[in-house]
């Protein structure tokens, strides 16, 4: 037998020890299993074509694309991460859906890139403007009530009668160790004794002012401001007997406007930007009172969330808010403030407006409620500084923000009761000046009631 009979013969035995077939993947998964041949249509170009959106037929008569398992994946050609967002649907195209998405992306990044001056001056040429003034400007706008409030107010920034004829003993003693109340023993610092609200205490006065001071010396935020500072300083000023069950007072940081339609709109129509307050002095309502808010709220449509406020924020739906306030840390966000505080007012005239169309039935009765309608203080403050704003709606519904007075500063002890006076000064507006004018017009108390307007 030849050498070449012998190896043909080997071979024959090797070849049929070997399997009939290769194994299936998942049983060796060393084995790698290349692509199937594709036999290459005569008529069809070598390029691959591109299928279109929507060309649902190609799709179905192509098939499935083979897969190589060696080819590292990638992006389809054209395509880019953002595939995995929502498809628009059939309905829109996609170069329309496209070009609005960017719309409103641009949209968006433009309003955030405003400033909050250029927000501000920017509504001076809408349809409801919002437009700043100031007390002092020689103008017919400014209403007489608040002309006489920022009178009275400027007395007690200057520290002209703030501190009860009670306290001067006190004061006096504290002056001998305490140089922070040297500048307060002066004759024109005293007013008569008044039989109703209660002077602050020494003790308090240096409680505030030291917390101020630390909350100043260790940089805190502005939420440590209004928890540690400012609650205490508005409980110090109306947590008083004449107060109680008539005035409160509210940290309502969360508190938005609600609803958009009272946000005044941006240019073309577009809605404004809604802001949020701080905190609210509000009017603490009587059983009449809750009862005639009862009535307005049955006359609401079922969709319409019911409040007096601009807002849906819970505790604050049947509490008419008299002053609301805007806090900052020291010196940053003025600019931020007067925008949020010009739009906050802006909105709460415009609910004003909005309760008094739907709660009175005769043009009489509304344009007399317009009319009387009193200006609306409001407070910013920014960090030890206590500032006095107010607004006023115009003759062609323009909405006026009327500024600035600085009432007083927790960098004082002066500074403080300067504060509290002030604060209780417009407490005491708030009682006898918009409560009556709130269940006259806006929330009419039954007709076997009657609130007169006081001076």
């Not at 009862?294 to 739906?317: F, G, I, K, S």
Request: proline share 9%; with cysteine.
């Amino acid at each position: 037998m030849s050498s070449s009979d012998n190896n043909s013969r080997l071979i024959e035995a090797w070849l049929s020890t070997l399997p009939s077939s290769l194994p299936d993947k998942e049983t060796s998964p060393g084995i790698r299993k290349k692509r199937p041949f594709m036999a290459m249509d005569p008529n069809r170009s070598p390029k691959r074509r591109r299928v279109r959106d929507g060309d649902e037929t190609t799709k179905e008569n192509e098939g499935p694309l083979p897969i190589d398992l060696d080819i590292t994946p990638r992006p389809a050609a054209g395509s880019s991460s953002r595939s995995i967002l929502p498809k628009p649907s059939s309905s829109t195209s996609p170069s329309v859906s496209s070009s609005s998405a960017a719309s409103k992306s641009s949209q968006r990044s433009s309003q955030r890139s405003l400033s909050p001056l250029k927000r501000i001056t920017g509504t001076m040429l809408r349809p409801y403007p919002i437009m700043n003034q100031t007390f002092n400007s020689c103008t017919q706008e400014l209403p007489v009530g608040l002309r006489q409030m920022h009178r009275e107010l400027q007395e007690m920034s200057e520290g002209i009668g703030v501190i009860d004829e009670s306290c001067r003993v006190e004061i006096a003693h504290e002056a001998l160790t305490n140089p922070g109340f040297e500048e307060i023993d002066r004759d024109v610092r005293f007013r008569p004794c008044s039989s109703s609200t209660l002077c602050p205490s020494v003790a308090d006065v240096n409680r505030i002012f030291k917390r101020a001071y630390d909350a100043e010396k260790s940089t805190s935020s502005e939420a440590h401001w209004n928890c540690y500072v400012h609650v205490d300083l508005l409980g110090l000023a109306l947590d008083r007997p004449e107060f109680v069950g008539h005035i409160g007072h509210l940290n309502c940081t969360t508190a938005c406007i609600q609803p958009a339609s009272l946000i005044p709109p941006r240019h073309a129509g577009k809605p404004g930007e809604s802001k949020m307050i701080d905190f609210a002095i509000y009017l603490d309502p009587d059983p009449l009172e809750v009862e005639a808010m009862r009535v307005m709220a049955d006359r609401q449509p079922e969709h319409v969330e019911p409040t007096v406020n601009p807002t849906w924020y819970e505790p604050l739906v049947a509490s008419p808010i008299a002053i609301p306030m805007e806090t900052k840390r020291t010196g940053e966000g003025w600019a931020e403030a007067m925008v949020q505080s010009g739009v906050w007012m802006a909105a709460h005239l415009n609910k004003l407006r909005a309760l008094v169309d739907d709660m009175n039935d005769d043009h009489e009765t509304v344009q007399k409620a317009l009319d009387t309608l009193p200006g609306l203080p409001f407070l910013i403050v920014q960090g030890h500084d206590w500032v006095f704003l107010a607004a006023s709606r115009g003759p062609q519904d323009q909405t006026y923000i009327w500024s600035k007075l600085t009432i007083g500063s927790t960098s004082s002890h002066l500074g403080i009761y300067r504060i509290v006076s002030a604060l209780q000064y417009l407490a005491r507006w708030g009682q006898k000046v918009y409560r009556p004018w709130f269940f006259t017009y806006a929330i009419p108390m039954p007709s076997t009631v009657q609130l007169p307007i006081r001076d």
